[in-house]
């Protein structure tokens, strides 16, 4: 797992680094940023891992927020943070599984909160219409909503309402690397506001499970920021 982050963070950092040295080569700084809130789609998905245990998830509709910097008249960086609540089902077959007992079936709910840094290729020659095709690293945080221990209480001192009290469930929690891989269509219906459609697949690295990948439908409304100085981009 270890070897894994620490490669997913030199690949991160060399990107970033190759998108600086690119920028430096135009004359002087650009403005030229895209802002968007979207709503994936996640289709089901039903994942096998070590020793039998199978995990069926439902598909769901979640939030996302996109940057994207454009530092090429084809070429963009940037990254997208997305959260997702997930129904799902678990049939246990594995003794000594943190979901539960063998033969036991479990219907839960999970959470999930991701940061993916992207780089997205732009093609073709239309007016206010662009595809593209883009590929992805990051990390995901996936929280099971199941407890692995009683409630934990605390306590803290307010000024002006005195001692407060209150607790919180310690649950079963993991974070993985996650790739994708997908293509889209961004269209600009006027200067500043654009709609951008984007369908692709998801790969999560569980340390124990097959690899399981995910069928994502992304609608996105954004905002678009360019410098006036610069000349309208070529179609």
């Known amino acids: 797992m270890?070897?894994?982050?620490?490669?997913?963070?030199?690949?991160?950092?060399?990107?970033a680094l190759a998108s600086s040295a690119l920028a430096q080569q135009r004359d002087g700084p650009t403005r030229d940023f895209d802002f968007a809130i979207g709503f994936p789609r996640l289709q089901s998905e039903s994942t096998t891992f070590d020793g039998g245990t199978v995990v069926d998830t439902d598909s769901s509709t979640g939030f996302a927020f996109t940057f994207d910097w454009r530092f090429r008249d084809r070429w963009s960086t940037g990254a997208t943070m997305a959260s997702q609540n997930i129904d799902y089902t678990a049939d246990i077959a594995l003794a000594g599984s943190p979901l539960g007992a063998p033969g036991q079936l479990i219907r839960n709910d999970l959470d999930t909160q991701s940061l993916i840094g992207h780089v997205k290729r732009y093609f073709g020659n239309f007016d206010r219409v662009e595809p593209y095709a883009g590929a992805g690293l990051g990390w995901i945080s996936i929280d099971t909503n199941i407890p692995t221990g009683p409630p934990v209480g605390f306590c803290w001192f307010d000024p002006w309402w005195g001692f407060i009290c209150d607790s919180f469930q310690p649950t079963r929690t993991s974070t993985e690397i996650?790739?994708?891989?997908?293509?889209?269509?961004?269209?600009?219906?006027?200067?500043?506001?654009?709609?951008?459609?984007?369908?692709?697949?998801?790969?999560?690295?569980?340390?124990?499970?097959?690899?399981?990948?995910?069928?994502?439908?992304?609608?996105?409304?954004?905002?678009?920021?360019?410098?006036?100085?610069?000349?309208?981009?070529?179609?």
């Open 2 to 15: 270890y070897s894994r982050t620490i490669l997913a963070t030199t690949l991160v950092c060399t990107a």
């Open 178 to 235: 996650a790739t994708a891989l997908g293509a889209g269509v961004r269209w600009e219906f006027s200067r500043r506001v654009f709609l951008d459609v984007n369908v692709g697949r998801e790969w999560i690295d569980f340390d124990n499970a097959h690899r399981p990948d995910f069928t994502q439908l992304r609608i996105s409304f954004g905002l678009h920021e360019r410098d006036s100085t610069r000349a309208a981009r070529p179609r």
